[in-house]
T-cell receptor, first 115, second 109 residues
Framework: EAGVTQFPSHSVIEKGQTVTLRCDPISGHDNLYWYRRVMGKEIKFLLHFVKESKQDESGMPNNRFLAERTGGTYSTLKVQPAELEDSGVYFC?????????????FGQGTRLTVV | QKEVEQNSGPLSVPEGAIASLNCTYSDRGSQSFFWYRQYSGKSPELIMSIYSNGDKEDGRFTAQLNKASQYVSLLIRDSQPSDSATYLCAVSGTYKYIFGTGTRLKVLA
């Protein structure tokens, strides 16, 4: 069974440009999460989808970030316009719908560098 | 106060020794606790989950949870150089995982 897939694996863009990250969760997983790790800091929650609905987007840093999950399958995270502080590794994770404590499985991450 | 706290390390242990990794959390309502291992440049990989007080053993790994003290730990017995990685503690109350900064473990051959 395929795991959580993210692409691109790396992206280098200039400040002010737009970047779109994609995540394909494990098939059948209704829960999809985006996280970000900035250099030297902990992995921080960005938002959580249940199917196509945003359950919790409390971690989104500002309105330059837009996440979508049309059809409840793959998700995209767009940063527009990108700023230097957006650099980091963006992880996507997914888990099955169910009771508390369902383990989340992570993708390989997208390393974003804004120059 | 951070929601999930870990000592960033590095924690260095000799090969064959027991490595002890600790984590404290602030939200008493947390119900699920996870340990992830992350090799440099790779994604976090789940190695243990624990939901109730006490110990949970899986091979060389033992997770310990004490909800009264808001403390969760991971013991790695017979540490191997291949165990060298960053170990992330994650705590969940609902579906949202809160991560610590991770502890870097070095197992010396």
């Amino acid at each position: 069974e395929a795991g959580v897939t993210q692409f691109p694996s790396h992206s280098v863009i200039e400040k002010g440009q737009t970047v779109t990250l994609r995540c394909d969760p494990i098939s059948g997983h209704d829960n999809l999460y985006w996280y970000r790790r900035v250099m030297g800091k902990e992995i921080k929650f960005l938002l959580h989808f249940v199917k196509e609905s945003k359950q919790d987007e409390s971690g989104m840093p500002n309105n330059r970030f837009l996440a979508e999950r049309t059809g409840g399958t793959y998700s995209t995270l767009k940063v527009q316009p990108a700023e230097l502080e957006d650099s980091g590794v963006y992880f996507c994770a997914s888990s099955q719908q169910g009771a508390l404590g369902t383990e989340a499985f992570f993708g390989q991450g997208t390393r974003l560098t804004v120059v | 106060q951070k929601e999930v706290e870990q000592n960033s390390g590095p924690l260095s242990v000799p090969e064959g020794a027991i490595a002890s990794l600790n984590c404290t959390y602030s939200d008493r309502g947390s119900q699920s606790f996870f340990w992830y291992r992350q090799y440099s440049g790779k994604s976090p990989e789940l190695i243990m989950s624990i939901y109730s007080n006490g110990d949970k053993e899986d091979g060389r790994f033992t997770a310990q949870l004490n909800k009264a003290s808001q403390y969760v730990s991971l013991l790695i017995r017979d540490s191997q150089p291949s165990d060298s990685a960053t170990y992330l503690c994650a705590v969940s109350g609902t579906y949202k995982y809160i991560f610590g900064t991770g502890t870097r473990l070095k197992v010396l051959a």
